[in-house]
């Protein structure tokens, strides 16, 4: 009788542990660019197997890769929702805004990873997800493109055309602030393609930088575009010479929160063990569990590392003259 009742108090034990948990919802965006650039069919796998490793008591995972939009009752269930993808007007989120807006307004998580941290752009009108102005914008919208006021309540800012700039730099992240999402980074530095000059929240509210470094000039070598340059970010990085912010954490009024993380354009990137670590950690955050001290350290092979790259063509070397 004993043991029977010991017993039933273990599954029970059990039971809760498991309802505990949060759930990761993991979205890969289709294949893009080059071998070993947007990489987020395997980007998004990674991710998902250093959750499994080491935070596994944690989360529970759900992963839907090249495109696919989860079903509504996999949507339902998150706690946190990542998208990893090209972004603009093809971003996978921008035909499930709504769905997204009863989430957010719910307190789910929202974490977007490197280009997915840019909505479309309003050209002529109101850009809709195929490309064509259609006006005018709906009621409540920014008219600064679709998606654009979302981004910045769920993500607390993003990457708008004509002010934000996206050039391969070397950043070295010296001073890593005291955040749950920072725990067990260590200051590193990385090639990459990180973007700057991010839409915040007005007056930053709710918004804390988790990784800042100084852009050097030949950021600014480009003339003025959409993605390039123009005199705002110019001012800041050439006179007033102030830190870019690349990533940050945002705590909303809905109670939820959100991770912007504008690296992740070379899958090399995924090997350093201090950028891994902090995503992972803004992950689990954001789903609003607790981060271990030591952070969410996670190790992998370099064969492990590799896995699930798309199959691409290689880019052609362009022809000597």
Not at 294 to 299: E, M, P, S
């Amino acid at each position: 009788m004993k043991k029977s009742l010991l017993g039933l108090l273990l599954l029970s034990a059990a039971f809760v542990s498991a309802a505990d948990k949060k759930n990761v919802l993991l979205i890969a965006g289709q294949p893009s660019h080059a071998p070993g650039e947007h990489e987020h069919n395997a980007g998004i796998q990674l991710l998902a197997a250093g959750l499994k490793q080491s935070a596994a008591d944690l989360v529970t995972v759900d992963v839907a890769l090249n495109g696919e939009w989860p079903s509504d009752e996999r949507v339902a269930k998150a706690d946190t929702i990542v998208i990893y993808s090209d972004g603009g007007g093809g971003h996978p989120a921008l035909p499930h805004l709504d769905q997204l807006a009863k989430k957010m307004a719910a307190g789910t998580g929202f974490v977007c990873l490197h280009y997915a941290v840019e909505p479309a752009y309003e050209r002529a009108g109101w850009l809709s997800v195929d490309g064509k102005p259609v006006s005018p914008p709906p009621a409540g919208r920014s008219s600064k493109g679709k998606g654009a006021l979302e981004f910045k309540d769920w993500l607390g800012g993003y990457f708008e055309q004509h002010w934000s700039v996206n050039p391969h730099w070397t950043a070295d992240f010296k001073v890593i602030p005291d955040h749950p999402a920072s725990r067990g980074v260590k200051p590193f530095g990385s090639n990459d393609e990180w973007y700057f000059n991010m839409r915040f929240r007005d007056g930053m509210e709710g918004v804390t930088p988790l990784l800042s470094a100084l852009a050097p000039a030949e950021t600014m070598s480009r003339g003025d575009g959409p993605h390039s340059g123009n005199p705002d970010v110019k001012k800041l990085v050439l006179e007033e010479k102030k830190p870019a912010v690349v990533a940050w954490a945002v705590e909303r009024k809905d109670g939820g929160r959100g991770f912007g993380f504008t690296g992740g354009h070379y899958h090399a990137g995924w090997a350093n063990d201090s950028q891994r670590t902090l995503v992972l950690n803004a992950i689990v955050w954001t789903a609003k569990a607790e981060v271990p001290a030591a952070g969410i350290a996670t190790k992998f092979s370099e064969e492990e590392l590799k896995a699930n790259l798309d199959k691409k063509t290689p880019r052609k070397a362009p022809k000597k003259k």
